[in-house]
C-alpha cells in the first residue's frame, strides 16, 4: 500500500516548496482534504500565514448548483482559500510525482447538524449533537452520495472519512467532556435515538420508549442493556446503506477509515460485518504509541483486507517511542501507513515523518 500523506490544500496553495518537500519525505500519495469539517489548522511552515480558521464543512470543489440548488442539505465553498483550492492543489502535487487521494468527510458538519437538527444525532436524553449527521435518514445518505462524487472527481483514489455515525465524544470548541461519563456511559449516550433509529428499532421488535428508558437508566446506573445487540444490529445497517451508496458514486480505490471496535462511532466508526469486503483497504487509527494499539491493527487485520496505519508525529503520539511503535504495528500486520499531517507538523517534526515513511517504503 505504501505511505500517505494528509494534508489540507490550503497547505499546498501559496507554498511552491510543499510538493518537493512532500516527495522528499517518501510520501507517494497525499490524502488531501476534498469535503472537511470546520478546523482552525496551524501551518508553521508555510511561507505566507501560520493559522487557517475553516470555519464550517466545505467542498473544496466547485459547488455546482445543478447538483445542490434543489437540495435541503448541501455543502458551502470555503470563504479562506479559493472554490477550486482541491483542483489548484492537487495540480501542483501531481507535478511533484504525487497520486492524489480525496480525503472526504461525510457525516461531521456541523453547520448543517445545527440548521437542521431533525437529521441529527440525538441521546437518550433528548440531547442533540449538531456535530453528527445521523445515516438512518435517507435525505442524509443521499448528501452524502453527492458530496462523495463531487469531491471525488478526477482524484485517484479516495480516503473516506466518517462514512457512519458519530456519538458523544467530539473534539470540538472548549470541549469539557473528558473523563465525565464511564467507557460504558459513552457507548449508550452515543447510541443515536432520532425518530428515523428508533422506527428501525420496533422494526426489529423493540419498543421505543422502553429502549430510551433503559439506556438513560444504563448511562446513571450502569445497569444492562439486554437488547445492545439490536441497537448494534441497526446503526450498522444504515452505516451499511450509507457506505454502498456512497460506494456506488465512486469508481476509484477507497479507503475507509474504520475501528476494529464494532461500537466505535466517530471519524473511524466501527466496523460491520460486511464493511471491510467493500473497499480496496482500510486505515485504522493508531495515534497513541503505546503496545495497546497495535492490538487494534491486528485486528482489523483479520478482516481480510489490507491495513493502513494512522500514525501522528503530533500529540499523543510520543516522539522518542515512535521508532518501535511504527515497527510494532508492521508486525501485527500493517501493510502501509498513513501520516498526520504534512502541514500541521512544525520543522522539527518532519523528520519523524521521513523515518515512518521509510519503514514502509
Excluded at 210 to 231: G, H, M, N
Excluded at 310 to 327: I, N, S
Aim: with cysteine; net charge neutral.
Amino acid at each position: 500500500m505504501g505511505v500517505t500523506g494528509h494534508a489540507y490544500p490550503w497547505d499546498v496553495l501559496g507554498d511552491p516548496a510543499f510538493p518537493a518537500r512532500v516527495a522528499d519525505l517518501g510520501v507517494s500519495t497525499v490524502a488531501l482534504a476534498a469535503a472537511y469539517h470546520s478546523t482552525r489548522a496551524a501551518t508553521p511552515l508555510h511561507p505566507g500565514h501560520q493559522l487557517v480558521d475553516a470555519r464550517y464543512a466545505a467542498l473544496y470543489r466547485p459547488v455546482r448548483s445543478s447538483v445542490w440548488s434543489a437540495r435541503r442539505l448541501r455543502p458551502l465553498a470555503p470563504e479562506w482559500v479559493p472554490a477550486r483550492s482541491f483542483d489548484t492543489a492537487a495540480a501542483a502535487l501531481r507535478a511533484a510525482g504525487s497520486r492524489v487521494a480525496a480525503w472526504v468527510v461525510l457525516t461531521h458538519n456541523s453547520r448543517l447538524g445545527a440548521a437542521f437538527p431533525d437529521v441529527a444525532v440525538v441521546n437518550c436524553f433528548g440531547e442533540r449533537y449538531p456535530y453528527a449527521l445521523c445515516p438512518a435518514w435517507p435525505e442524509v445518505r443521499e448528501y452524502a452520495v453527492d458530496l462523495a462524487r463531487e469531491a471525488a472527481a478526477g482524484a485517484d483514489e479516495v480516503s473516506l472519512e466518517a462514512c457512519g455515525q458519530l456519538g458523544l465524544v467530539h473534539g470540538s470548541h472548549h470541549e469539557k467532556t473528558d473523563g465525565a461519563w464511564t467507557p460504558a456511559a459513552v457507548r449508550w449516550l452515543s447510541v443515536c435515538c432520532c425518530p428515523a433509529c428508533q422506527r428501525d428499532w420496533a422494526s426489529r421488535g423493540l419498543d421505543p420508549p422502553w429502549v430510551v428508558s433503559t439506556l438513560r437508566d444504563a448511562v446513571r446506573t450502569e445497569v444492562s442493556v439486554p437488547f445492545a445487540d439490536a441497537l448494534l444490529a441497526t446503526r450498522h445497517a444504515s452505516t451499511d446503506l450509507l457506505r454502498e451508496a456512497v460506494l456506488s458514486s465512486i469508481d476509484v480505490p477507497v479507503t475507509l477509515h474504520a475501528h476494529p471496535d464494532p461500537w466505535a462511532t466517530g471519524a473511524s466508526p466501527g466496523l460491520t460485518p460486511t464493511a471491510a469486503a467493500s473497499v480496496s483497504a482500510l486505515v485504522v487509527p493508531a495515534w497513541p504509541t503505546t503496545p495497546e494499539t497495535a492490538d487494534l491493527i491486528a485486528q482489523a487485520v483479520r478482516a481480510g483486507r489490507p491495513v493502513d496505519a494512522y500514525v501522528t508525529v503530533l500529540p499523543p503520539a510520543e516522539p522518542a517511542g515512535l521508532r518501535e511503535h511504527a515497527r510494532r504495528l508492521r508486525t501485527a500486520g500493517a501493510t502501509g501507513v498513513s501520516l498526520y499531517h504534512l502541514g500541521l507538523a512544525p520543522r522539527w517534526r518532519q523528520p519523524l515523518l521521513r523515518e515512518l515513511a521509510r519503514l514502509w517504503a
